[in-house]
Structures are given as structure tokens and as C-alpha cells.
């Protein structure tokens, strides 16, 4: 008997407690699943395409090499302004092929941010020269420009900007120094592709158009993504691109004449039908990306221990540009638990990402004596601070509501 009472009333109190949760959770069963990027969202869009192309190039069985290669260079040069597009493999490939392509030598000296996914600074020490890394900036998380100063040395060679998380780096600035100092710059476009770059004079530029010589990644999740991995070096100089055409492929220029060590890095003609059917949509998709962006700023803006991202340009400057492409939505969580809002996230279903949790100098592969703890005092907090929150192309209201939601009522508590 006692036991019937008591399995009636675990019956009633797990009913209770369902009820409970099912009428407090009512929006989230409604709702779509968060995911950190959608690409099988965004895929459905444009399904028909994609599979068309794909399908052509298996019947053509033109997988290396194949026009569509040579049309995506072709469409990727226009959309950017830029003379030459030399596809590759993926996005470290293109930045160890630019300096390769520079002629840089081993002792040569690159300055580059310690804030940053590794491959730029992993690239650079594969390749014998020296890394200099120096702290970013707390408001746009790139690199800063009076460390850039701070750091250079007789030995100093090039500067490596990244467009971090989708927001150019200052070049009016980098460009200046580099001009005064006779330095090459390789801007890291791989998070920034499509986006705007406002010169002090008010001009528009595309980020990856303006140093001498850019790269990016097509790694599924970034902004432009293909189905497996990708990448492509950019640059105005022909001298240079007849160079880095020739290293992709093995250091020839003619058939099975090998004038210089090269590697193999090419991009798929499948990849490339990919990208043919997503490049037209690519200023859409980083306008989507920036109204999801603004959405949550509003919602953010003004909440404890919150700090929302800079990037938004004066709407009546310039209506319809990107100077932010938002390939992360990056908060930083000051005087409060950074990691207890992400497992918050987590346990509410909404996914969230630390970029990045450890500097690159800290890092044990890039550790070096040369380093003073005490000179990357920025982004040594930011590590601690920073959350990427969900951002692609198809999140919709409900879900950003539920997200900012979720946020303000944990950093009210
Ligand atoms: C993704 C990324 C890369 C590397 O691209 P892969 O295609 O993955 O090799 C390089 N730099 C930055 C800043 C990136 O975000």
C-alpha cells in the first residue's frame, strides 16, 4: 500500500513537474532548433542549384582544374574589385603561399595579432621566418596599430592584419606604416570576406583589395562557404600573381619545368560550383547577418556586465555597406562569469563559442622568450571575457528574442 501511495505521488509530481517546464518551455518546443551556424538552412535555398552544378561537374568528371574554377576566379574577381584571384586548398595554404609568393626569408620578421585563430601565426614559423605578436585592440579586437609601431626592428618584413570576426582592421593606418617603413602587408580576409573598409577619406574598399597582397578561407561556416575546404590568395600586382600561380601547382610555370619549390594547393572544381552558386548571394547573406547583428545590439545594448560589438557605420554615411560582416557576433562579459552564461546558454539549447580562449602567445607552440607576458595585457583579458553568441544566415526573431532573453535574465540574477 505504502508503495502504491508513493509511486502515485511520484506519478503526480513528475506530471507537476512536466507541466510545469512544458508551460515555461511552451516557446522553445515551438521554436526552431539554435544552431551555432545553419548550413543545412541556408542549403535548402538553394538546393537546386547547388545540386545542378554539382551533378554537371561529376558528368563532366572535370573535377581539377575545370571551368568552373576558372569561372568562380573570374566572378570572385569582379565582386571584389581586384585584378587576380589564385584559388587553393584552404586558408592556411593561402597564407603560407603569399609569403612564399613575397620571398620572404627565414629571420624575416612578421607582425601579426596575438588575438586571432592560429594559422596565421602557425604559417609563419612553418615557414622558418619569426612571428612578432603583439596585443589587439578592446573595442574592435584587431590588431593594434601602436603596437604595430612598438614592434618593428630592422628585421621587420611584413604586417599581417586579420579582419577579425568580420571588421576590417584599420588600413589607412597599417598601410601608412607599411609605406614608411617599405613593409609588405597580407591582410588575413578569411573572417572578413565581403565586407567594407571606409578610408579616412570616405571611400568604400573591400577588405582583402587594400594590402599587397590578401587571403581566405571557403571553410564551410565562414561567411563564404564551400561544402569541404577551400581558399584563395588576392592580389592587383601581376608580377606577384604570376608567382603564387606558379607555387600552387608545384612551383611550375611550364609543364613539368619545376623553377621554384611550390606545394599542391588547389581548389576543387566541385568546391568551386559550390561557390558559384553562393557568391551572388553573398551580400545578401552579410546583410542578414548584419540584421541579426543589429537585433541583438538592441536588445543588449545597456544590459550589466554586457558589452555588444562596435562595427555598426553611421546608417546615414552609408546605408547599404558592410563595414561588419559579422562572421561572429562577439560580447564581451565583463565583472561577471563568462563561462557560467555559456553553460547557461547550453543548458537553455542555445549554443555559444569562446574564440578565442587562449593568446597565441600563451600558446605552447608559440611560446617564446622574446614575449613579455605583460605586453598583451588586452588580450589577455578578452580571452576571459568574450562569447561568440549564434550567427548565420538563417536565424529569425523568435530565436534571437529567446537568445538575448536568456542572456539578460541570467545577468540579471
Ligand atoms: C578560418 C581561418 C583561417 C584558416 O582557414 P582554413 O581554410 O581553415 O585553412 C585562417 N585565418 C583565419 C582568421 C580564419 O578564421
Redesign the pocket.
Known amino acids: 500500500m505504502e508503495s502504491i501511495i508513493y509511486k502515485l505521488l511520484n506519478v503526480f509530481i513528475v506530471y507537476e513537474y512536466n507541466f510545469c517546464n512544458f508551460t515555461r518551455n511552451y516557446q522553445l518546443i515551438s521554436m526552431r532548433k539554435i544552431q551555432m551556424v545553419d548550413l543545412k538552412g541556408q542549403y535548402e535555398h538553394i538546393k537546386e542549384r547547388v545540386n545542378t552544378s554539382v551533378i554537371d561537374v561529376i558528368e563532366s568528371t572535370a573535377f581539377i582544374n575545370g571551368p568552373e574554377v576558372h569561372l568562380f576566379q573570374k566572378e570572385l574577381e569582379d565582386y571584389l574589385g581586384v585584378k587576380h584571384v589564385i584559388p587553393c586548398a584552404?586558408?592556411?595554404?593561402?597564407?603560407q603561399v603569399a609569403m612564399m609568393g613575397l620571398g620572404l626569408k627565414p629571420g624575416d620578421e612578421l607582425i601579426t595579432a596575438d588575438f586571432?585563430?592560429a594559422?596565421?601565426v602557425e604559417v609563419i614559423a612553418l615557414l622558418g621566418l619569426t612571428p612578432v605578436l603583439v596585443d589587439v585592440d578592446p573595442v574592435t579586437f584587431n590588431i593594434d596599430i601602436s603596437a604595430i609601431k612598438r614592434a618593428i626592428t630592422p628585421r621587420t618584413k611584413a604586417i599581417v592584419p586579420?579582419h577579425?570576426f568580420g571588421l576590417s582592421a584599420e588600413m589607412d593606418e597599417i598601410m601608412e606604416i607599411a609605406h614608411e617603413h617599405d613593409l609588405f602587408v597580407i591582410e588575413?580576409n578569411?573572417?572578413g570576406i565581403g565586407s567594407d573598409y571606409i578610408s579616412k577619406d570616405g571611400s568604400k574598399i573591400k577588405t582583402g583589395s587594400i594590402g599587397h597582397v590578401a587571403?581566405t578561407?571557403?571553410?564551410p561556416s565562414?561567411n563564404l562557404g564551400c561544402y569541404g575546404?577551400?581558399?584563395a590568395i588576392f592580389t592587383n600586382d601581376d608580377d606577384l600573381a604570376h608567382t603564387i600561380r606558379g607555387i600552387v601547382n608545384h612551383g611550375m610555370y611550364e609543364r613539368y619545368h619545376h623553377d621554384v619549390i611550390g606545394v599542391n594547393s588547389r581548389l576543387d572544381s566541385i568546391q568551386a560550383a559550390v561557390l558559384r552558386a553562393k557568391l551572388p548571394n553573398l551580400d545578401a547573406y552579410n546583410t542578414t547577418r548584419r540584421n541579426a547583428a543589429i537585433q541583438y545590439t538592441k536588445a543588449l545594448t545597456g544590459v550589466e556586465n554586457i558589452i555588444t560589438p562596435t562595427g555598426f557605420c553611421d546608417s546615414d554615411i552609408c546605408d547599404d555597406c558592410h563595414c561588419h560582416v559579422f562572421?561572429q557576433y562577439t560580447l564581451r562579459v565583463i565583472n561577471a562569469d563568462r563561462d557560467a552564461l555559456a553553460q547557461h546558454l547550453n543548458d537553455k539549447g542555445i549554443p555559444c563559442g569562446v574564440y578565442y580562449p587562449i593568446p597565441l602567445h600563451s600558446q605552447k607552440a608559440y611560446e617564446d622568450d622574446r614575449y613579455n607576458d605583460a605586453d598583451f595585457k588586452v588580450t589577455n583579458q578578452l580571452v576571459k571575457e568574450v562569447i561568440s553568441l549564434p550567427m548565420h544566415t538563417e536565424l529569425d526573431d523568435e530565436q534571437i528574442n529567446f537568445i538575448t532573453e536568456t542572456i539578460i535574465n541570467f545577468v540579471g540574477n
Open positions: 584552404n586558408g592556411t595554404d593561402a597564407l586571432t585563430f594559422a596565421t586579420i577579425l588575413d578569411a573572417q587571403t578561407s571557403f571553410f565562414k575546404d577551400g581558399g562572421h
